[in-house]
């Protein structure tokens, strides 16, 4: 980060000058991927972190690793029992994380990447989602400000889910779980990130080195290597449908408006995703890939005042779009499903992301599926806008 100055005499360009200096080192950390991987006991996130250290090295990466501030508290000698172990882990994972992202902003290298280890989300190892908040707000936190923090997140199945006869404790002596009760804890893992615009889930299907091959993939996919590339496909569903088969389900509140673009053929989107009465807001930019599936897509986290600020340039006879999107795992797939408040449409839409074109999609038999819209323009937000 370099800012010149030829006046420094001058206070207030002084002023100016580390201020100026302060908001661009402040831009250049948010805009470091930082990515979770989290799972339950035994799913092999040890093996998985070393792989994917040595294959994104190999991309051109540089990876720096916050480790799991739980098994460091363990072998410590703190016992998980400890009623102030939770916010003692909480602490923890926060100062690594601070660290790793001071020396990614010192670092002159042009693609660092964070990868945290099941990072700062705590919520099922407590008695409930307010007390989870609680343990936030002693940092000025909230539940979206722990999601904001990571561009995507990897939940890694317990072998105990489809390899039990790989389930194991011997590697990581801080665990105690019998195969059941890694099982539960694995669901609670996951559920506890439903509802994050980037969660993916790699099951135990095949070997284990085609498990780590499949969340090399997403991980890739997710980095834009060797391109940012969204892979989305989208079908229409009648509403007349029960959430109870949904089992685990998150409800997030979305509000979106597009601005109009240098670039004829780019989308550019503001968007405000609300979750637990708390709103994150993105920018996203994306522009046509090579089939109707794809899309090129760019996207950053910002403020709430530089969303209000990009409502004055909404491009002119559009209008923002209301909906309600439910954020479920079905088969080991993230499925996003909207009901749209405005403009009110007769038909749900059902969008699932993925990581290479012809990846097998196992569509849920509970939902009154119609036929797929992938690629038609009508069923596309921005077209929606202009309704």
């Known amino acids: 980060l370099e800012v010149t100055c030829d006046c420094s005499t001058d206070t207030a360009c002084v002023l100016g000058f580390v201020w100026t200096a302060i908001q661009q080192r402040e831009a250049h950390v948010r805009n470091i991927p930082k990515i979770v991987l989290t799972g339950g006991p035994c799913a ?5 972190l070393a792989y994917l250290r040595q294959k994104l090295g190999d991309f051109g990466f540089h990876i720096l690793f916050v480790p799991e501030a739980a098994t460091h508290l363990i072998d410590s000698g703190e ?6 172990f939770q916010k003692n882990v909480l602490k923890l994972s926060l100062e690594s994380a601070d660290e790793a992202e001071r020396v990614a902003a010192e670092l002159r290298h042009p693609r660092p990447v964070i990868i945290c280890d099941r990072g700062i989300n705590a919520r099922p190892y407590v008695n409930s989602h307010e007390e989870f908040e609680g343990l936030l707000r002693l940092h000025g936190m909230s539940f979206s400000d722990a999601f904001v923090r990571y561009l995507g997140v990897f939940h890694l199945r317990t072998a105990a889910d489809g390899a039990e006869e790989f389930y194991t404790l011997d590697n990581n002596a801080a665990r105690r779980e019998t195969p059941e009760e890694a099982r539960v804890l694995d669901r609670a893992t996951l559920e506890a990130w439903m509802g994050h615009p ?3 889930v790699i099951p135990n299907r095949g070997t284990f080195e085609q498990k780590l091959k499949h969340l090399l993939a997403e991980v890739c996919s997710l980095l834009g290597i060797p391109e940012p590339v969204e892979i989305e496909h989208k079908y229409l569903v009648n509403p007349d449908f029960s959430l109870a088969p949904l089992g685990a389900y998150q409800e997030v509140d979305i509000e979106q408006f597009y601005l109009q ?10 968007r405000k995703r609300e979750q637990w009465g708390k709103a994150v807001h993105y920018r996203t930019r994306k522009w046509p890939g090579p089939d109707a599936t794809s899309r090129f897509e760019v996207e950053s986290v910002i403020t709430a005042e530089e969303y209000e600020a990009g409502k004055r340039s909404i491009i002119p006879g559009s209008r923002i779009v209301r909906k309600k999107r439910i954020c479920f795992v079905y088969e080991e797939q993230y499925f996003e499903l909207d009901d749209f408040i405005d403009p009110v449409l007769e038909h749900c ?21 119609i036929r797929e819209v992938t690629g038609e323009a009508a069923f596309s937000n921005r077209s929606l806008a202009r309704a």
């Open 44 to 48: 092999g996130k040890t093996t998985a």
């Open 79 to 84: 016992s998980a029992a400890d009623p102030s």
């Open 198 to 200: 980037h969660l993916r």
């Open 261 to 270: 673009s240098e670039r004829s053929e780019e989308s550019l989107r503001f």
């Open 349 to 369: 839409l059902l969008e699932i992301e993925l990581a290479h074109r012809g990846a097998e999609i196992r569509l849920p038999p509970f939902l009154p599926i």
